[in-house]
């Protein structure tokens, strides 16, 4: 069973605060994904890391900013949230080298941003 | 570029139906794989199967089956004797055979399964 956690799994906030979706993974894997679903719709990569210290955007342009300070842990910040940014995040990791297909996800956090 | 496509959007049966949910990907890589995720309503991904383009062998797993056909670019799933536990939505993904290890994820079909 896969270990890796994200919080808040709900969250509602109102529009101009700035809130931290908080993702962690206890596997020691180095790659880790940030994916965004908006309902009904297929779920697009937002940001990744290869490692500590290594961030790059994904395919979505997104407002949120990641960090990657620690191997198990990969946060997602976004600094005024707007009803924009109402969504699903999920964050995922993977086992490192050639196995990197296997991703790991977490259960997910649902923002509602009012 | 890669793309994966699910044409059915929602999808409802009664209870023991046989039901096959459609995927379509299109790749120009050799190597790559597909996936069937599960997505319940509480919102996790529920990983389902995995297969390698080398491998088109058809797979059973319970009331789960994949029919693999590069030939056409489908990765289909059949449930049969379907149960209202299998309500949820469905997402057909692809991975690419790079470094990168992203997934590429269609819209995802919603089965509802009615008692």
């Known amino acids: 069973e896969a270990d890796i956690y994200q919080t808040p799994r709900y969250l509602v906030i109102g529009t101009g605060k700035k809130i931290t979706l908080e993702c962690s993974q206890t596997?020691?894997?180095?790659?880790m994904y940030w994916y965004q679903q908006d309902p009904g719709m297929e779920l697009h990569l937002i940001h990744y890391?290869?490692?500590?210290?290594?961030?790059e955007k994904g395919d979505l342009s997104s407002e949120s900013t990641v960090s990657r300070i620690r191997t198990e842990h990969f946060p997602l910040t976004l600094e005024s949230a707007r009803p924009s940014h109402t969504s699903q995040y999920l964050c995922?990791?993977?086992?490192?080298?050639?196995?990197?297909?296997?991703?790991?996800f977490g259960p997910g956090t649902r923002l509602t941003v009012t | 570029a890669q793309k994966v496509t699910q044409a059915q959007t929602e999808i409802s049966v009664v209870e023991k139906e046989d039901v096959t949910l459609d995927c379509v990907y299109e790749?120009?890589?050799?190597?790559?794989?597909l996936f069937w995720y599960k997505q319940p309503p509480s919102g996790e991904l529920v990983f389902l199967i995995r297969?390698?383009?080398?491998?088109?062998q058809n797979e059973i797993s319970g009331r789960y089956s994949w029919n693999f056909q590069k030939s056409t670019s489908s990765f289909n799933f059949t449930i049969t004797a379907s149960q209202v536990v299998d309500s949820a939505v469905y997402f057909c993904?692809?991975?690419?055979?790079?470094?990168?290890?992203?997934?590429?994820f269609g819209r995802g079909t919603q089965l509802t399964v009615w008692p």
């Open positions: 993904a692809l991975y690419r055979g790079s470094t990168l290890g992203r997934l590429y």
């Open positions: 995922a990791s993977s086992v490192p080298g050639g196995r990197a297909f296997e991703q790991y």
């Open positions: 596997m020691g894997h180095d790659k």
């Open positions: 297969r390698n383009s080398f491998d088109e």
């Open positions: 890391s290869y490692g500590v210290n290594s961030t």
């Open positions: 790749t120009r890589d050799t190597t790559y794989y």
